[in-house]
């Protein structure tokens, strides 16, 4: 097990921050608190899910954050404007897939447009962030969308609980979890992944459909996006045109916590895993212990370094 | 070259190693002034950790370095550039965004005041490119990246003797030059040579090192093996020395029987060569020659699918064929492989069975089973019938030498052999062992009814290893040669005429 090998010191990691925690807050490791953590880490997670194939390409995708909220605006919108005081599992469906068709729409454009023109991701996906932002901000005026009390259905995707114990976002976060595993790791789509990620020409000259795996990544980050927004609207009862605001930040930054090489080619879905729940250990524990929060962001911004310096040197 | 007198760089004794590897077992070696002294080896018999050392980038871990007399030690680049001592890599280190001149002077602009002067700078790079003698470079305010591969190997040198240089070191500065910008640059180093600079040259071409240098050292595992006058020694000799066996035969050509036409092209154009016209037969090699920037690897790119092909058509087996990506040349039987191995060919971060598999997921790769039997066995299989050399299969890529990389290139298509394979350079860069392997190996694919096109800029191995030779012009092809009835003169000529009258 290569792959566990390489993440012994992220979970020495995830071991001491817990440790220092329980230190600072008694209660820390009860169930409960720790139920609590892997439910605040859900979104973040899916996120970095797709976040974790785009880097690997050697790409980025800024826009994650902004298709969060476009997606939940969208989502709720339908919902609201098809089934009025009503609860009907068909126009849910409809509602779902218009949120998911609309990261897909913007998920294929990143696709085409990185693979079949010179322009860089990153100015491309600051222009659909903008965009996706914008979009969301057209509904209702920008202003929030409550749910209605009788969604039952939509509420519970963020807030049910699977047999009364799991968190629906944690059950749905560790399904994508494997399902993006399997695909990585044990499919062709996988190899010419990493195959793209270390050398695009080469790839290229081996017949691997370069343009369509691209397209693939960028489809499969932004379904991600997607997914996450649906979790996220729910929790917060209501669609925020303004929510999301420096989440693709934060799901990058689980990415490279857990050793994905900015550069592509090189990292792992277990890392992202672990990467995504140091930063959620930092910021539950951070926020429980009481620490100002101008110094969560200064802890963080730290770790986040230290732990990305750490990987370079033993990659050298 | 008197060897009485004292010598302008002395090394004595210097060995080096890494972890417990010897790169460099105890090895001596004096430079002269005014003189051209050749290191000659294969791949990973230290050449480049010796220059390396005496560059600057490594410290050895025993032995002197003595330049006139002196007892130097060079910690780092900055002391070996101090004592004029000047290395030139084997892999461009220019800025293509720069001018000439801004390159030549990087890190050393001439400034007033904090503002660059940029009027002086151009007047000193002109100035310094007359001096060398550098007349192909004509405009120092030139992008490096609109120059030929060539000019900027010139500039490369210039920026060396940018500041005076009493030893200047080459590492393989030919491995992209074709044969009329090698004879510029040797022009250049004899004209250093008189001006009394000690020039040490690192090169894997035999004939360029008898034309050029005075004097022969070859290393090979670490070791020096020998050093000779390059007029006392004879080729074979030092071959012998390199590999430490006999090569009986330098270039094995493969026998000629030709079979149908395998690929017949007919007034092919894409954006970079026009009109092309010929055919190959199974069991034939046809060999492409020209400068760099002819038209060769540009015509292997559409054929294969990566440039536009704008008209003409392509026909395979008597079918006429559209080839627009990678994907369907190779379901057409044909394959290319590329010019730069770690640019194009090679994904150099993961391990040789990645690569090696990497054509052939389908094989072991079903749904979301991976069929480990059979990749190891496809790996197995390549290896040992390449003779490639490795530590295993997981070993990174990167770690690989030049040969080695090569073998795996050509040989992971050997799976289900191509019909037509395209072979782009394959013997740049690599050591006369796995030089004469991949010959071998070529001659074993035509046996087997192979059509091959092999481009190459070395005059020798085209008109020796192929039956037939087009030659390539300003991105046309002037004309096809049966090997055996034209002489490397002729060729030479075809691929240089007009250039005067094109150039200015």
């Keep these: ?100 068709g609309a990261a897909a729409l913007f998920g294929m454009f990143h696709g085409v447009a990185a693979s079949k023109t010179a322009m860089p991701p990153f100015i491309i996906t600051l222009a659909s962030m903008l965009v996706a932002r914008g979009c969301a ?96 609207t729910s929790q917060l009862y209501s669609a925020e045109p303004g929510s999301g605001e420096m989440f693709e930040l934060t799901a990058i930054a689980a990415v490279v916590v ?23 250990i930092l910021d539950k524990g951070l926020n429980q212990a009481g620490i100002h929060y101008s110094l969560q ?13 750490l990987d370079v040197r033993r990659n050298r | 070259m008197p060897a009485t007198i004292s010598p302008l760089l002395r090394l004595h ?23 051209i002294h050749t290191l000659l080896g294969e791949n990973g018999a230290g050449k480049s950790t010796l220059i390396k050392i005496l560059g600057g980038i490594y410290q050895p871990d025993q032995g002197q370095i003595w330049l006139e007399q002196q007892q130097v030690s060079l910690r780092s680049v900055a002391d070996a550039a101090r004592l004029k001592i000047r290395l030139i890599h084997q892999e461009l280190s220019l800025a293509p965004n720069l001018s000439v001149a801004e390159n030549i002077f990087l890190g050393c602009e001439p400034v007033c005041f904090g503002f660059l002067q940029r009027r002086q700078m151009n007047q000193k790079a002109a100035a310094l490119i ?63 040579r008189s001006q009394g600079v000690g020039i040490i040259y690192i090169s ?27 007029n006392e020694v004879d080729t074979a000799t030092l071959v012998q020395w390199m590999v430490g066996r006999d090569i009986q035969e330098h270039f094995p050509r493969p026998p000629y029987r030709p079979g149908e036409v395998a690929l017949k092209v007919c007034q092919l154009s894409s954006p970079y060569v026009h009109d092309i016209s010929f055919e190959v037969r199974y069991g034939e090699v046809l060999g492409l020659s020209g400068l760099v920037g002819a038209g060769r690897t540009e015509l292997a790119r559409a054929l294969f699918g990566i440039d536009r092909v704008q008209s003409g058509t392509v026909m395979i087996d008597g079918q006429p064929t559209q080839i627009r990506n990678p994907r369907e040349a190779l379901n057409q039987g044909l394959v290319l492989v590329p010019e730069d191995r770690k640019q194009q060919g090679l994904v150099l971060d993961q391990s040789v069975a990645f690569n090696i598999t990497l054509p052939w997921l389908k094989d072991w790769i079903r749904g979301c089973v991976f069929y480990y039997q059979i990749k190891n066995a496809i790996v197995e299989r390549t290896v040992k019938r390449f003779g490639v050399r490795l530590a295993g299969s997981e070993q990174p890529m990167r770690d690989l030498s030049g040969g080695n990389q090569q073998k795996v290139l050509v040989g992971r298509w050997m799976e289900k052999p191509p019909k037509i394979l395209i072979l782009d350079e394959p013997t740049r860069g690599i050591d006369v062992g796995a030089r004469e392997d991949m010959y071998r190996i070529i001659g074993d694919l035509v046996k087997q009814g192979m059509a091959l096109i092999l481009i190459t800029s070395d005059l020798d191995e085209v008109l020796n290893i192929s039956h037939k030779v087009g030659t390539f012009r300003a991105g046309r092809l002037t004309g096809i040669y049966e090997t055996q009835k034209v002489s490397a003169e002729q060729i030479m000529q075809q691929l240089t005429k007009g250039e005067e009258s094109e150039n200015r």
């Design chain 2, 130 to 192: 007359t001096q060398l003698g550098l007349s192909e470079i004509a405009d120092v305010t030139a992008t490096v990246s609109d120059l030929s591969t060539a000019q900027q190997q010139l500039v490369e040198i210039a920026r060396a003797l940018s500041q005076e240089a009493r030893v200047l070191i080459l590492d393989e500065p030919t491995s992209s030059l074709s044969d009329v910008e090698v004879d510029a640059l040797f022009n250049t180093l004899r004209r250093l």
């Design chain 1, 1 to 100: 097990m290569k792959i566990v090998k390489q993440m012994v010191p992220l979970l020495a990691a995830i071991v001491i921050l817990l440790l220092l925690f329980r230190i600072w807050v008694p209660t820390f490791l009860s169930p409960e608190n720790m139920l609590d953590l892997t439910q605040q880490i859900s979104v973040n997670t899916i996120l970095a899910l797709g976040m974790t194939l785009v880097i690997l390409i050697g790409g980025i995708d800024l826009s994650v954050g902004a298709m969060v909220a476009l997606v939940g605006t969208t989502t709720v919108f339908c919902l609201t404007s098809l089934s009025g005081e009503t609860q009907n599992l068909f126009l849910i469906f409809v509602s779902l897939l218009a949120g998911l």
């Design chain 1, 137 to 232: 901000l057209r509904f209702n005026g920008g202003l929030p969308m409550p749910i209605g009390e009788h969604q039952t259905f939509f509420l519970a995707i963020g807030n049910g609980r699977l047999f009364d114990v799991i968190p629906l976002p944690v059950a749905i976060m560790l399904t994508l979890f494997l399902l993006m595993s399997l695909l990585l790791h044990r499919t062709r789509f996988g190899q010419h992944v990493y195959a793209l990620g270390g050398n695009r020409e080469a790839a290229l000259y081996t017949g691997i459909p370069v343009v369509r795996v691209e397209i693939l990544v960028y489809l499969l980050c932004s379904l991600m996006a997607g997914v996450a927004g649906m979790i996220h």
């Design chain 2, 204 to 230: 894997h071409r035999m004939e360029e090192i008898t034309r050029l240098s005075d004097r022969i050292t070859v290393l090979r595992d670490g070791k020096s093996v020998g050093t000779a006058n390059t």
């Design chain 1, 297 to 309: 962001y200064i802890v963080k911004g730290a770790v986040i370094l230290f732990a990305v310096y």
């Design chain 2, 13 to 35: 004794g210097i060995t080096k190693r890494f972890g417990n590897v010897t790169a460099l077992d105890d090895i001596s070696l004096d430079l002269q002034a005014g003189e």
């Design chain 1, 258 to 280: 857990g050793g994905t090489s900015f550069t592509g080619g090189r990292g792992t879905m277990f890392g992202t895993l672990i990467g995504a729940v140091i930063i959620g």
